[in-house]
């Protein structure tokens, strides 16, 4: 019984009989033919995914066909849709005929705007190169025989996790499930940390009838439109915040550092 397969499988299928080394079949032709599918359907071009999948199998090959192809199409999917690269030519503004003028009280809108032109093929083969080299420079991790779903970290061929990186420590006893080459806390987990600490220092009691309520004394005044300072009183605040924060990012380097030299205290080798 046929099963009809969806857009991306029948690009694969296409694929595989002009390229018999690149031919996927049973469950991974189904998996890669639905991560295809959600490429077009997101904007990507045939011409421009079929050169990405069909580009040369690495030599030596180390994974498995599927777990190559499957590693194109998840760097392909990690990438801006390079809506520019289709090569869909822009129609200039057609200027009406001799015997149709501007109506009255409207200027001629074309004579001083640039009139549109096609994209210049030199320029289309630059953006060309730079999604193929991009997607070179985001592969995917090789563990697992290349079947991990997860993009090797910049400059290495394996994930985070895969290369033993840390988890995050989190935020206020609740897990993170980001990792980091250092075992700090993520972006993420320090700005909730900032954020947290500027709450506890410069608590904001909001009032009812629209007015200020004062910084570090009663204030009374007329608060802005969605804030509920008034003017002197936000810039107070913000002189403040900015004070908090500096303190904040001080204590966390100085805890940095030290935890560093404790490392390095530790990995250094013993004196004989």
Request: proline share 10%; net charge negative.
């Amino acid at each position: 019984m046929r099963v009809d397969s969806p857009p991306g499988g029948e690009l694969l299928l296409t694929i595989g009989a002009a390229h018999p080394e690149l031919l996927l079949t049973g469950a991974t032709l189904r998996d890669q033919g639905l991560m295809a599918s959600g490429l077009l359907a997101a904007g990507w071009p045939v011409p421009l995914l079929w050169e990405v999948i069909a580009r040369p199998l690495p030599d030596p090959l180390r994974r498995t066909v599927g777990a190559v192809i499957s590693g194109r199409l998840k760097a392909a999917a990690a990438m801006p849709v390079p809506g520019s690269a289709a090569g869909a030519a822009v129609v200039p503004h057609q200027a009406p005929g001799p015997d149709h003028g501007a109506a009255p009280g409207e200027g001629r809108r074309w004579d001083d705007a640039p009139t549109p032109t096609a994209m210049p093929y030199a320029e289309l083969e630059r953006q060309q190169d730079q999604v193929r080299r991009g997607i070179d420079l985001n592969p995917g991790c090789e563990a697992d025989d290349g079947l991990c779903p997860t993009l090797a970290v910049s400059g290495e061929t394996l994930c985070a996790e895969h290369l033993g990186w840390p988890l995050c420590p989190g935020h206020d006893g609740h897990p993170c499930t980001v990792r980091t080459r250092t075992g700090d806390q993520c972006a993420t987990c320090q700005d909730e940390a900032r954020y947290a600490r500027l709450d506890a220092e410069l608590p904001v009691a909001e009032t009812d009838d629209g007015t200020c309520p004062g910084h570090t004394s009663p204030c009374g005044r007329t608060a802005m439109p969605g804030d509920p300072y008034c003017a002197r009183c936000r810039i107070a605040s913000q002189r403040d915040r900015d004070r908090v924060i500096q303190e904040w990012e001080a204590v966390r380097d100085a805890a940095v550092a030290t935890a560093q030299a404790q490392e390095a205290q530790e990995t250094a080798p013993a004196r004989f």
